[in-house]
């Protein structure tokens, strides 16, 4: 679906030897399908195999975004004119990776792989990975040298991990240690986050309940430090009960809110009621209702208060391909679908045969603003690339790529401003060998480049960066004397900030510094100290990472779930049931109020009440302001980019309160979404923002001089995320953060599964290279898919070593398969269908199909579904036919797949997984988790927050075969003895 076509070539024994995607331009019949011939390639990937066939040469090749040639993609200099990128893999004679070596472009050179890998290097990222006598990956070696190291019990689980390895003694930079440990059901019972001097921070699991069901593998509570001993306490817990069906029936949390939960017998959750509301927290809304249509979709969300009365509502519709086309969004009261503001979704469907798509090709906001997607080119066209966005007859912005989906050039007729990273006409070409000046040889920005058509620049910053992917240093390339430099730990965490003049090795300032600071951080990563300008500010943190002091400001406090309630100004906050914002007080005597919040179904904030003032906001599918309204009146209204979540492409705003949007502004940012300038429609920059690495935020005249405040009331600054000035924190979505503290004022939504055990932490202390646009996890590196993902691969490859030694032990510990051979057999066969799923996407380890939207550093605008719809699939149904053909699959286990949903993702994505249901009616899923790759194994009983949904539009489903397990059993015959042959 979308036009775009997938080609492989095979070798002699079935493996991938080449994949190409184009636009099938030469296609006439099926006699086309094994070759590119009048195909415009858009990406291509090349495999190398030893003798064990194992990989070990990846070459991709993506072509260039001024390219008009057809057929098999070339060198920068010759054939079909493409970006060539190299990576090479050793194994030892176990065939296991031992070596991974990402060269990037190698400088436009050809590379041939050598017998031994390369020394690590700027221009070689080298990862290594080395095992235990068991086989289990034990050690991993990151491109900067850095060792974490993996330890495991006698079932393959791990029971500890140690980043930056040095002597196996925890210290605040080096040895960050976790421990895990398992109870008798091999459920995770316990996780200990390793502090300096012996101490810890631990987390509990019980599973066991005697009612209404008996069963030892549900989870009964999950228990939290104690912030004095940070040992697991029952006193401060969340606990569960559960319906006969095992179904999550009330939850209960630490501040004593007690939620009650009903659901239709699809099992699809159709209300979350706060039954008892804990102490000090606001009860405006209590109970949250979805209704669902006959497609399965969530298609009514209502916030009610504790009478019953709707707070707000929101309604969806869709067409038949269960694509949003509508949305009311009513801020007060229920949705009229007749008077009540909409944001209206346009799609162009073609059946197949003319060309088989349904794109977006316009969205319509509340005011009747109408912006079109256009697809102009005949290439654009053919594979749905969206070439540009117009409001009107003006062009918003426009688009070219590298490759399939590397945006190289961002274009603004009207300004006469574009983003390039192309070179300029009479440049040369860059280091990575090619016209991308912009990027390195590893598609890693370099230089972000805002220019006029006759090359003058209005902004532009250049990038260093070391081996693991972090930001060494930023150039101000009009400003010299505003330029930054970076260091950090063995943890990657940054440790000191300078501005100032950058000597010629980029490695130091020239004279002194006009702004720095420095970080001392303790063992998980809360601020020991921070220095700003060589004043020192020290605080402390409990075991539950709640700061306890910091010198010279007001002691901050928390309530029981952890919420900020104090911050250290003394302004004061108050949350909801759903640990939602939605008031803040002033510090003065009176704490007068200074803003109340309100929020839909969705978690989205759809009203700001300050005073006598009240705003609405109106928002997109992808949780993107798109109207913000005073007394009805429409004040702002802003367009978006497809590249990355918060990459604003412009605001119009009313300046005289007539009613008309009189002034439009368009946006510039640098490498990592900050806003740095606005430019109005005549191309002149009107004013500048500068940054410190975790957000706090000053404003500049045109020419960097010192403005108090913003002359046009922008909102939106740091890493495109909405300011609130009343806060003096950003709306990140599904938490609120605070560019002062450098942390969350609330705990991760998720928990744990966003990656950190300390769930308070922002981008884990990297923030001048990661992202987090929606407050539950990290990622790091610049959104293109080439960009240089050494610590995401690190995770991904410990992630699914953990994942796959966790279903090993679930299917050991299976009393419906006879015997050991036959799990043996039917791990192997798991294990088969995870590696075609965990098959690089773009070439890049870890970056798979079923890798959720921030995999690896992608946008993910529906590319990762349609590329598993049309590669992955197809290969997942062979091997699955195969498997059952050996009488594996269809008696030990069935596949599915699935997608599942809570309450942060309704009616968003969702995760998508794949479900193996085995013969005793076991369910075991395997998914994405939120590192990529397939990296999290669980059960039905194990994640009681998720659901699955049957008619999710993420689920992906498997060619369907008669049930040969039916019909085994009608015939008195075992489906399952002969695995033991």
């Not at 309204?629 to 605001?651: E, F, L």
Request: proline residues 3%.
């Amino acid at each position: 679906p979308g036009g775009l076509v997938t080609k492989d070539e095979f070798d002699g024994v079935g493996r991938t030897t080449k994949e190409s995607q184009t636009d099938g331009g030469g296609d006439s019949g099926y006699s086309d399908a094994d070759d590119v011939t009048g195909d415009a390639v858009l990406t291509q990937t090349e495999w190398q195999y030893d003798a064990d066939g194992n990989p070990v040469f990846v070459t991709t090749r993506d072509r260039f975004h001024d390219e008009t040639g057809t057929g098999t993609l070339g060198t920068p200099t010759s054939g079909v004119h493409a970006r060539v990128s190299y990576r090479v893999m050793y194994y030892d004679l176990a065939d296991r990776e031992t070596t991974d070596v990402d060269v990037g472009t190698n400088g436009g050179t050809a590379y041939t792989r050598p017998a031994t890998p390369d020394a690590r290097d700027d221009d070689h990222h080298r990862t290594d990975f080395g095992y235990n006598a068991a086989g289990l990956m034990s050690d991993v070696t990151d491109p900067k040298g850095l060792l974490n190291k993996t330890y495991y019990d006698l079932l393959g689980r791990t029971t500890k991990t140690i980043e930056n390895y040095v002597d196996g003694v925890v210290s605040d930079s080096d040895d960050k240690t976790t421990e895990l440990t398992y109870d008798s059901g091999g459920h995770q019972a316990t996780l200990r986050a390793d502090l300096t001097g012996g101490g810890y921070q631990e987390t509990k699991w019980v599973y066991g309940i005697t009612s209404p069901i008996v069963s030892n593998d549900v989870l009964k509570e999950m228990q939290y430090p104690d912030p004095s001993t940070g040992n697991a306490t029952s006193s401060e817990k969340d606990g569960y009960t559960y319906n006969q069906l095992g179904e999550v029936l009330t939850s209960s949390d630490r501040n004593g809110t007690v939620h009650t939960y009903s659901l239709d017998v699809l099992g699809r959750k159709t209300s979350d009621t706060v039954t008892t509301l804990g102490s000090g927290v606001d009860g405006t809304v209590r109970e949250i209702d979805w209704a669902y249509d006959g497609q399965g979709n969530a298609y009514l969300v209502t916030s009610k208060d504790v009478s019953g009365t709707v707070v707000n509502q929101v309604q969806d519709a869709f067409n038949g391909l269960g694509q949003l086309t509508q949305e009311w969004q009513a801020t007060s009261g229920t949705v009229n679908t007749s008077t009540t503001p909409s944001v209206q979704y346009g799609y162009s469907f073609l059946p197949s045969g003319t060309n088989n798509n349904s794109r977006l090709t316009s969205i319509t906001y509340p005011n009747g603003r109408r912006l079109d997607y256009e697809y102009t080119t005949t290439l654009a066209d053919a594979i749905s690339r969206l070439s540009d966005i117009k409001d009107g007859s003006t062009v918003l912005e426009g688009y070219q790529y590298l490759g399939l989906g590397t945006v190289v050039t961002r274009a603004h007729p009207q300004p006469g401003v574009n983003l390039t990273y192309a070179k300029l006409a009479g440049e040369s070409d860059g280091p990575a060998g090619d016209q991308y000046t912009g990027l390195d040889r590893f598609g890693q920005v370099v230089d972000d480049r805002w220019t006029t058509s006759s090359g003058t620049a209005e902004d532009r910053f250049g990038y260093g960066y070391d081996r693991d992917g972090n930001r060494v240093y930023k150039e101000n390339l009009l400003d010299s004397t505003r330029s930054e430099l970076y260091a950090y730990d063995g943890l990657n965490q940054l440790t000191s900030f300078q501005r100032g003049t950058l000597n010629g090795t980029k490695d130091g300032l020239t004279g002194s510094a006009s702004r720095s600071q420095s970080w001392d951080f303790d063992a998980l990563g809360n601020f020991d100290s921070q220095t700003t300008d060589g004043t020192a500010q020290t605080r402390t943190a409990n075991k539950q990472n709640e700061i306890t002091s910091i010198s010279g400001a007001t002691t901050p406090t928390y309530d029981a779930n952890g919420n900020l309630t104090t911050d250290e100004t003394g302004r004061t906050f108050k949350y909801d049931a759903w640990n939602r914002l939605v008031e803040v007080r002033d510090s003065d005597p009176g704490h007068t109020l200074l803003a109340t919040y309100r929020y839909d179904g969705l978690n989205h904030r759809v009203r700001e009440i300050r005073g006598s003032t009240t705003t609405d906001l109106y928002y997109s599918d992808q949780w993107q302001v798109l109207e913000e309204r005073v007394g009805g009146v429409v004040q702002s209204s802003y367009a978006w980019s497809p590249v990355y979540v918060d990459a604003m492409i412009a605001r119009d705003r009313d300046t005289d309160g007539n009613g008309s949007l009189d002034e439009r502004l368009y946006v510039v940012h640098d490498a990592n979404f900050n806003i740095t300038a606005l430019i109005d429609t005549s191309g002149n920059v009107v004013e500048r923002y500068a940054y410190d690495p975790f957000g706090a935020f000053t404003v500049l005249t045109p020419t960097w001089g010192a403005r108090a405040s913003s002359m046009y009331g922008w909102t939106y600054q740091h890493q495109g995320l909405r300011y609130d000035a009343d806060l003096r924190a950003f709306d990140d979505r599904n938490r609120i953060y605070d560019p002062e503290l450098g942390r969350f004022f609330q705990l991760d939504p998720i928990g744990l599964l966003g990656g950190d055990v300390n769930i308070y932490r922002f981008l884990e202390n990297r923030p001048s290279v990661g992202l987090d646009p929606s407050g539950l996890g990290p990622s790091f590196g610049h959104p293109n898919p080439k960009a240089s993902i050494a610590a995401h691969r690190k995770k991904v490859r410990e992630a699914e070593e953990e994942a796959d030694a966790a279903l090993k032990t679930k299917i050991n510990a299976m009393a419906s398969l006879p015997c050991q051979k036959a799990k043996d057999k039917v791990y192997a066969a798991l294990m088969e269908l995870v590696k075609i799923a965990r098959e690089p996407w773009y070439g890049i380890a870890g970056e798979t199909p079923l890798g959720g939207t921030w995999a690896g550093g992608m946008t993910g605008f529906c590319g990762d579904c349609q590329k598993w719809q049309e590669t992955y699939l197809a290969k997942m149904q062979g091997a699955i036919s195969r498997l059952r053909k050996e009488g594996i699959i269809g008696c030990a286990f069935e596949v599915d797949g699935v997608a599942w949903e809570n309450d942060l993702t309704f009616g968003l994505a969702g995760h998508a997984a794949i479900r193996i249901q085995f013969e005793d009616g076991t369910n075991i899923y395997l998914d994405d988790g939120n590192k990529g790759g397939l990296d999290h194994v669980f059960d039905d009983s194990e994640l009681p927050n998720w659901r699955y949904t049957p008619t999710h539009p993420n689920k992906v489903t498997f060619i369907q075969h008669p049930d040969i397990r039916a019909k085994c059993k009608a015939s008195g015959k075992s489906c399952l003895n002969h695995l033991c042959d």
